[in-house]
């Protein structure tokens, strides 16, 4: 092994100094959690998350065999917030996200990938969407909050950010009302509930997703609750019937070549983690979306 | 999203009023865990399963699309039980259940079922059984306890509360003496051992369940140690090797038509539990109990 | 003892059923926690601390010998608030708090210590205040959120919900910054630190507190951070080297025949509590509280 | 240091093997949890004090300068108990107990003192009974049971083992009804609350234990629930305003000279531990009681 | 059930007494964990493996009908080692084992296996290896430290201990450098992804394993990280994508036959464990082992 | 508040960049736990008690009235150490800290201390030594390890880098044989018992303390279990009985105008911790030095 011991590893995503230069990728921290309608705690997931990635500096990746101590990759530290202001917050993720050309964040709550949307999509136009979640979160309000973690593609499908054609949604199982299931589905929004990841496999899972999302632009939002809360417990709105780690991993591994513009890992809560297994199974996903970034 | 915020749910399942009338079908906690042969706690398994529902109350089940709220259910509060006695509190367990149309039982320990399959059979007769357990649960004796948990169904088959060739137990992999294991077969009780349920199918697994318990009346008694450690660490005597959430989701998805007569989930053991996780596959499986009645 | 046994209490408060009728004291849950400034998650806090009062439902207080039991108090359920908006939940709380006689609320955050304060002196006038917290919570502002949990007692001083010379605070000992620390001295608030509380006796301080209260209407607001978080690890912004809920009790005891007006016990954040003490420590204040009201 | 490691000691008491020859003085672990009236888990309360004791294995008392090395100790393994019965717990733990010459119980729940008792004063004659706890144990029933663990000196004074003149109950707080307190003060016990041992000094309180026990034969029964839980969160029946540590040491230490029969220490409940601290607290006061008897 | 219960067994592996005579088959503790990467801990899982192997002591294995009672086996208590020492450590490690007939080490880390074969291959020679670890551990060094636990195999192999073209990995899925992992494949050895073991069945792996170890003596090391964190949280270097327990059972189960000359289980780190499940999904593997011998 | 959310805050220590420029004052961590004789686990510390004074960077001292912000404190990052290798690490310590003008250490073991007092008096000459703890630390040996943490007081004397006559150690309370104790007084070291200090005052404490240490060059080392484990629980050889977190602080203030020279705060072992409050009592031991410093 080489470079220095994880436990010691500074502090910065995969190790590189928070707040230093923008590199070609930028990972950002983003701590907000006020619209979560159940547990909150995401504003501690991008410190967690960081930490527990010093477990994969040491090496490349097995399958890839992509080393991301060769990307061009740097952790440009937290966004501001607005405390206790979502709307005020939204608008200080937008404005300090416009400027990066490839970001991955760390959440913080799923209500930051609606102004992340909305500053990449300047750019790239509408895009495509692999959405990782136990929910379809395209709820129009979150118990009266229209901008809660429950509403962000009802927003971002409204707003024209995301193509619902180019969109598909992996992991799905919590209670829903049918109508904005049908909704849903009425954009043109493919949905895949974890039974079906289960009964399937991830080479025919990753099929229909290259189907779906096609050629154009790409972008990734992994909510880390699309695990089963076995594989990551501390986050705010667990869904048992969950998706394994494995499984994320072994249909990620099958989506190279795809045009990716942007990710989040987001809705990891570390005060009710165990052992930092989720902030793990979080660092691990940005990992691997690294390693399909250092392939292409 | 409709209604009140998950986190301040009223506190009976699925927000329902605890104590308040007796609907057609009624939930009820039943706090003894003094049958318990390794890790006692049980008795606050209801509080636990009741609070954990509240993630369940927004909307409709995403596969049945079974609303909840359109079902006659209530939460009628916690059976009394007898502190430190087990026969004074299986008497008074039997007593209160009688008078119950459609009873959903929240253990405490799984001894707590034989009083509910006497009370329930002096209506139906003999039922058939869907038993999710680690363990057969038919040992005569518990260390010398004629009571304990791992004893329920050798009394309930004694007693001729179940018919033996009509009860299926799925999960099975704790050690276990063989002639325990060869009375059990001998009565006519089909085992899926946990391993067996892995390498098979839930279709495959379900077909088996329907073929056993046939068009009879059926209970459903849920162990929650049925599931493996990893999604159900929160119980008094784990197994490694079991189910999967899903799997057992999976599977009961598939017994719609069936005639239940009543369920139980018992077992969990919350000061054992990590961020709720095993309480809240306990609440998701009565969840999916309610929907296959709604669907009925 | 008499009544059930503590595990399968009802989940009211000291075991009253929620939701129920108006007593002459009422018992509310206010899940607000979004003007926290650290860790979030008071939200949890009412139905933790409901639980935890379990433990006093059996018997009387055995310093004053009053039994809860004798007393006109009703468990009213949790206000409504208004999800991921300070604003809007600051006035839902004003609105739902004004009809209330003798209101005793189990926060969220001490941020709802303003709307409460709002609607009482609508009926009583400014009040003379009893605080304990590690903070003075004279803050101007919350890292730029004019209404988080670190200013509500600058507004109530600016709004002249309280009256600054008959306010006291106890426990204080955060870092502050000089000029907030002198605005809150040149009102005329009397700071204890918690080293002088260590350095001095019950008899003393009690002695002080009622001095700077004297007989005018007087309000309890019990931020569980006064403690030391060995005692109350389950908080938002806990600072080492606070009080022992001895030392709290003992100071409370003394205060007997003073005019209370009303009470909170804030900031209980479960997630981060170990084995419910810290829920037990707030019931408890509330149950001493509880025993001042009853000898009176 | 010498010996082995702390963390490879052998499990028994202070390293003793378990289940070895009977010295002068022995120690046994009796797992009984099925009398308690809020949470169980005391069962694992013997194997937890016994592997904290690991750190008390490597050098002498620094006070009473007394290596517990030199002493004639066995750690004679757990008694059998019944499982899921009381009563024959009871009988069976008498008659393990008879022919034991110095026993050192490690509980399991506070109800094991009653045949404890039962078979030392066969010897012994009523004894004199020194008891830390937060509650006073001498209620007639346990929410109808009799012989759980809040009963056990009420049988104890109504069957003539201990003399009630020469019985002193620390740390005492919890709600209890006016009319055991006064039943217990009738018969002639001591009680000293926790908050009169806050106001008091350890040379004061040692004094009255001292005059209250005289110099007869003297039992010490030590419920962790004495200690606050702050210092002892793994217990069955918390209360705040409790013991620190080192007054019960500073208070142990001040009663050399006494004729000491019997210890126990019971009610750790390993499940709501924190890092071993209540399991350290226990073994620790057990050493205690070995330097007062080494020191005699 | 017979026998004691669970919870009051003895504290050696599956209740035998510890450091009594050496039957045919050996189980020793090894609590060294100096040479631990990342966290540390292990020493502490002789000890939480023992406790947990309690569960398994109450009948036959269900599936090869072993009774463990009925093999001659002893629990010889902990190997000594040298405080803070890696080297010395070693040494030591190796003088003990040696006059070990057939040892099932309990780890410590994996470093322990190094001189654990040094003292075998005198006996046997050169042996074929079962390795089920998330870590290649062929290592030239770490982080500067020749012996930490990822060179054991670099070592095992340049001495010689292990016949590469008999060894095979199962479960690898961590960063690695290439040229490690290449370095690997050149001596001839087998590995087996985690991804790839989920794409397949336990009948193929197996298939291949034994195809690999052919008939020669064999020895199965088995670190508790090849199994995902959701399953074993407490461990020193965990990486999701892991072995669900029930896979790493059903592919040892389809090894009956095989020439097993000894076992270690590694890595388990209690301060890390979560209501014990890693500590009993490591003694369920020394239980499936032990079937296999039992059956043999 | 100004600045930025606390939950938000750079990782460095009271939030300044790691690694960054070397101020008059300069904190690094020290990431070494090898020679640890209990639980390992104190190579985390520096990370946990950085991410705790997080809550210590928005305001002022407010007893001396210093802000941090004003000193010329930098956080320089961790300090390399050898893996596995006391011997080498020791090295590297020393000579890491050579040309650090004023350093406070943050452990890692309490080994550490002695490679930083050897580097420290080459330039200071001999120093006094105010030393915190549960454990008087001259042991010759430790179970054979001579540069394990129960040592490096002997070493320190024996070398003459501390001058005994000028050395007190405040808390200790653990086993200890007695040749190591006498050893200690006859070098002519105070020791100060914990219940010594529970039995009196901080003023009179603090005046002892300045009466051993006089005027010349003093160096503090404060081991984190010199606080209870109530206070403290997240550390390696926890003893009950000892010191609150609010005695430590008001010993220290009380030891202004002392001619310190460095400090270092060890054994904060993050996996016992308890929602950071070890590692926050840690980091604010550390302010108060500052302060200590501020205030000069």
Do not use: C
């Not at 230069?21 to 990972?27: E, F, T, Y």
């Not at 180019?166 to 589905?185: A, H, K, Y």
């Amino acid at each position: 092994m080489t470079g220095i011991p994880t436990f010691a590893i500074p502090p910065g995503f995969l190790g590189r100094g928070r707040g230093e230069r923008i590199g070609a990728i930028s990972i950002a921290g983003i701590p907000l959690d006020l619209g979560t309608t159940h547990r909150a705690g995401a504003r501690f997931g991008p410190g967690a998350i960081r930490r527990a990635s010093g477990m994969l500096t040491d090496g490349a990746h097995p399958a890839a065999w992509v080393d991301p101590a060769t990307l061009d990759l740097s952790d440009i530290g937290d966004f501001a917030i607005a405390l206790g202001d979502i709307g005020a917050s939204l608008r200080l993720i937008e404005a300090q996200a416009t400027a990066l050309p490839h970001l991955i964040a760390l959440g913080g709550e799923h209500g930051i990938t609606l102004p992340l949307l909305r500053a990449l999509t300047k750019r790239t136009g509408p895009v495509g969407l692999i959405h990782f979640d136990a929910h379809v979160d395209t709820w129009p309000d979150n118990f009266g909050q229209r901008y809660g973690h429950g509403s962000v593609f009802f927003h971002a499908i409204e707003e024209g950010l995301v193509e619902p054609a180019r969109m598909i949604q992996l992991g799905i199982r919590s209670p829903v009302q049918r109508e904005v299931w049908d909704w849903t589905l009425d954009r043109g929004v493919t949905i895949l509930p974890a039974l079906d990841i289960h009964a399937s496999t991830p080479d025919a899972v990753a099929a229909r997703v290259r189907q779906v999302v096609g050629d154009g632009p790409v972008y990734l939002s992994f909510d880390i609750d699309a695990l089963d809360p076995a594989f990551a417990p501390g986050t705010g709105t667990p869904e048992v019937g969950g998706l394994a780690t494995w499984q994320a991993q072994a249909i990620l591994r099958r989506l190279t070549g795809l045009a990716f513009v942007g990710m989040d890992l987001v809705e990891v809560a570390p005060a009710y983690d165990v052992s930092e297994i989720t902030a793990l199974a979080g660092a691990t996903m940005v990992w691997e979306y690294l390693a399909l970034l250092g392939a292409a």
